[in-house]
């Protein structure tokens, strides 16, 4: 694994109350639709990073959620503390109000506070779509945050001269990140497992949101963790519920981020909750991370509320087995993330699952092994025709997979593929990762 230092790279918040258009300015601002956009106040829950740039400075971008009091959201509380969490880490803080609504309390409530943060703030009077809508930005110098910056988020108007006050503002020793090819880890699981809990277990930091509510986490979010020796993005997910259960038009965009995320990680870290057993849609995203060839590790969560003897560990391992067969050769750890029950093994599992990942065998060690144990136990005569295969070689792909040569490999069925690679798993570590046979006329 990498183990380079990157070097800086300048942070930007996007704060403010809910529905002003921070998210729709974010998603103009990183060049895609990354982050949840709707009307519904308070759809961004958590901060939610993104990468971009402006005449080649580049930079990272915090979208956040709204900024409210005495709402009687049980969310409201702990947005609160995400914003304060984007303004502490941001270096330069874009503060958007609405042009249409004028000045609110909330608006002179979170400017006193960013005043005080003593951050640099760009004040950004989003909703501007017309000359005269440009003239009310002028009101929204009583917050005492200097020239206001009349933008349309949904347009782009407006949006040139702020990004070159933008990157005017950012640090002078800001830099591109020199290093990205770093693993990408990713928590996957159902609702309410404990994936947010975890993340902020892990982190040290109550990053993410966490709530006794299913389906807090509605966006995919990538945290960089660099400690003890290890570094790599962690990223926390929705949870995945069947299709059935997606109503709400967020939660199926939350669905489809994780899997978004699945596809762009090198490793699913697949929670379970110990006091719900092994159910159907715990399958079906494992059958997604193999699908996508990802390494996985899976962790039974909330050990710690289960009845146990000495053989509950050893049901569990064989249950599972028997449901992720024949693909069976997966890290499993049980954890208790509130008691902080071996969470760091998890990590040090989803580490040794990249590094398996990414692990090549020289062909002619490969031949040396497997051509013996072939010549001892051929492929089955099909037809009377008998099947010779010559010689085997990792092919040059991303994930490990492998190339037997063969007179007629049209003929070899899926018993022989599964016993070869089990005689490749018994000699090398591939433990958590998928393998592809193929099987190619010579």
Known sequence: MSTKLASIMALVAIVGRPNVGK??????????????????AGTTRDRHYGRSDWNGHEFSVIDTGGYTVNSGDVFEEEIRKQVLLAVDEADVILFMVEVGTGVTDLDDMMADLLRRSGKKTLLVVNKVDNNSQFLGTAEFYSLGLGEPYGISSMSGTGTGELM???????????????????PRITIVGRPNVGKSSLTNALL????NIVTPVAGTTRDAIDTRYNKFGMEFYLVDTAGLRKKGKVTEDLEFYSVMRSIRAIENSDVCILMLDATQGIESQDMNIFSLIVRNKKGCVIVINKWDLIEKDTATMKKWREALARKIAPFDDVPVIFTSVVDKQRIYDVLQAAVRVYENRRRKIATSQLNEFILPIIEQTPPPAIKGKYIRIKYAMQLPSPTPSFAFFANLPQYIRDPYRRFLENKIRTQWDFAGVPLQIFFRKK
């Open 23 to 40: 998210s729709t300015l974010f998603n103009r601002l990183v060049g895609m639709r990354q982050a949840i956009t709707d009307d519904t």
């Open 164 to 182: 070159d006050a933008l990157v005017a503002a950012l640090p002078a020793n800001a830099r591109a990140e020199e290093d990205d090819n770093l």
């Open 204 to 207: 040290g930091e109550e990053r």
